[in-house]
């Protein structure tokens, strides 16, 4: 569960950044922005990932815009600085 969890919120924030990128640009940058992504934020992600708590596994109310809800957990608040720094 909690491994399914991490790796669906990454592809969530790899997709998302090549989506904003992509726009920026004009058109579909492709692996290009993952491999972006991986370079820019993958070891903040896994900073994130490994001290991601059992309550936060598939809450949902962390990931931005999607539920309408703020987290109430405190440990999110690092990832929403790690998001706005992508741009996202």
């Not at 692996?31 to 896994?46: D, M, P």
């Not at 936060?56 to 998001?83: D, I, Q, S, W, Y």
């Amino acid at each position: 569960m909690r491994a399914a969890y991490i790796l669906q919120e990454q592809i969530r924030e790899m997709e998302a950044y090549k989506w904003i990128r992509s726009l920026e640009a004009g058109y579909d940058l492709g692996e290009t922005a993952l491999y972006a992504w991986v370079e820019k934020y993958a070891a903040s992600f896994r900073e994130w990932s490994d001290n991601v708590p059992s309550e936060c596994l598939g809450c949902g109310a962390c990931v931005t815009g999607e539920t309408g809800m703020e987290c109430p957990n405190p440990f999110n608040v690092k990832r929403k600085e790690r998001l706005k720094s992508m741009g996202l």
